[in-house]
């Protein structure tokens, strides 16, 4: 199972990015799906995690700014992340509790990271 993440880039502030998250593979199932953030002086932060009811929970600092959503057809979920500002600088992170067939127990699965750039 892998994960491909794609969509970074440099914006100015003010400014929309879309990230993209697909998962491929042997998968059962997917339940939570989410991006990650970490900046070079920030911890890791969870920015947007959905469920595979539909629930989604968001960071105070993106709320009302970011859109998660997720596409169950296409194993895939997306960032919608509008007026951006300098301190969304950092490098986005997609995961996913993923049951890969013959399993019966979800398992964290990490894609690689995408730069997201907000800068003037």
């Known amino acids: 199972v892998q994960l491909q993440a794609s969509g970074g880039g440099s914006v100015q502030p003010g400014g929309s990015l879309r990230l993209s998250c697909a998962a491929s593979?042997?998968?059962?199932?997917?339940?939570?799906m989410g991006w990650y953030r970490q900046a070079p002086v920030n911890q890791r932060e969870l920015v947007a995690q959905?469920?595979?009811?539909?629930?989604?929970t968001y960071a105070d600092s993106v709320k009302g700014r970011f859109t998660i959503s997720r596409d169950n057809a296409k194993n895939t979920w997306y960032l919608q992340m509008n007026n951006l500002s300098p301190e969304d600088t950092a490098v986005y992170s997609c995961?996913?509790?993923?049951?890969?067939?013959?399993?019966?127990?979800?398992?964290?699965?990490w894609g690689q990271g995408t730069l997201v750039t907000v800068s003037s």
């Open positions: 593979g042997s998968i059962s199932s997917i339940s939570a």
């Open positions: 959905i469920g595979l009811g539909g629930r989604e």
């Open positions: 995961f996913a509790d993923i049951k890969p067939y013959g399993n019966d127990r979800y398992q964290t699965t």
